[in-house]
């Protein structure tokens, strides 16, 4: 099992782009390695390489959040939340995770 408290923000990689998941946004968010290995979802600045919030880990009970966004408190939590689905996206698609979390895509 990976030790995600050792991964820092500079560690991780652009992996695979994924769709934006508010309509407001304009960061972009991808799925992000550390190493060979995908690890999670990061949200980067539109032409940068560096991730500046990431969500990472196995499973919901275990992941970590790493990095802060600054923003007016209304677009911080959009921004909060597109990740989270992300995450959930994830966690389906390439952990193979049927049964996660209680996140409304809806709201």
Not at 55 to 62: F, K, N, S, T, Y
Request: aromatic share 8%; proline share 2%.
């Amino acid at each position: 099992m990976m030790n995600f408290d050792s991964i820092a923000l500079g560690d991780l990689t652009q992996d695979v782009q994924i769709p934006k998941t508010v309509d407001e946004q304009v960061e972009e968010t991808w799925f992000v390695k550390y190493g060979e290995e995908t690890v999670g979802v990061g949200l980067f600045l539109p032409d940068s390489r560096s991730c500046v919030l990431a969500i990472l880990g196995d499973d919901v009970a275990h992941r970590k959040v790493i990095g802060t966004y600054q923003s007016s408190d209304d677009h911080e939590r959009l921004i909060l939340h597109g990740l989270e689905i992300a995450y959930e996206g994830y966690l389906r698609s390439v952990k193979g995770d049927t049964v996660i979390g209680k996140l409304d895509i809806k709201e």
